[in-house]
């Protein structure tokens, strides 16, 4: 990888945007996360496990996981109508099916977990930071997981692989790909491409992915310690 291609906003291709993150920031969910990544903020509420409405939905032998991943109307440089759109529905379903698998749903007969995702701000990668920020959610709401999960996206800009594409980017990139990954487990919970990737690009996309995944998990891990450290020092 060249590291003299500069990106619109500086960085080289295998850096990430700037990370914050942040749990408990909801008093009446169950657990709750904010997280930003770059210009990209994003906004998490979970709520479970709880009896499930309606009755007839429930697994006899397994929670079901409900999410909604919605655009807030002014997320994007043009309004956005409030109601949901085909790529909000299936984006719900594909952050969904990638955090289930972190969660140990056969706990929880009976009941549904809701994971509620509001983007307050739009500047790509939008699926990635969702799912960063519902995994620390349901830390926070102290829902068993196997491990949790962490994403990022990586693409083809301008003929250089890259970590981390923001909408600039994002719109004229050869092609896109999002990962997330149970790291401890060496278990990957969603894989999608947009575009093209010659074998050896996809390679190279592909361990950009997992080493951008490792910084993000640390991320994630320093800012769950630092909140249970220091309500364990006020208990102290």
């Known amino acids: 990888m060249s590291t003299e291609f500069i990106r619109v906003d500086g960085r080289l291709p295998d850096q990430l945007r700037p990370i914050k993150m942040v749990v408990g920031v909801l008093d009446r969910a169950d657990g709750s996360a904010y997280v930003e990544q770059g210009n990209t903020k994003v906004l998490v ?21 409900r999410c909604r991943y919605h655009m807030a109307p002014f997320s994007t440089k043009e ?23 972190a969660i140990f ?16 701000e739009a500047d790509g990668g939008t699926r990635c930071a969702s799912i960063n920020a519902c995994s620390l959610a349901l830390a926070n709401a102290g829902i068993p997981l196997r491990d949790l999960v962490s994403s990022v996206a990586v ?17 004229v990139a050869e092609a ?17 491409v947009n575009g093209v990737l010659t074998e050896e690009e996809f390679k190279q996309a592909f361990n950009l992915a997992v080493k951008g995944s490792m910084e993000i998990n640390r991320v994630q891990r320093e800012t ?8 364990k020092g006020e208990e102290d």
């Open 45 to 65: 509420a979970v709520y479970g496990p709880r009896e499930i409405h309606p009755k007839h939905q429930a697994s006899l032998d397994s929670a079901i996981v």
């Open 79 to 101: 309004r956005k109508t409030p109601a949901p759109s085909r790529r909000e529905v299936e984006l719900s379903k594909v952050i969904k099916d990638a955090l289930s698998q």
């Open 105 to 120: 749903l056969e706990n929880f007969p009976r009941t549904s977990i809701d994971i509620f995702i509001e983007v307050l």
């Open 155 to 171: 693409g083809k800009y301008k003929g250089h692989i890259v970590l981390d594409l923001n909408d600039e980017e994002d719109e």
């Open 176 to 192: 896109d790909m999002p990962i997330a990954i149970m790291l401890s487990l060496n278990k990957i919970t969603l894989l999608q």
């Open 224 to 231: 769950l310690r630092s909140i249970y450290a220091s309500i």
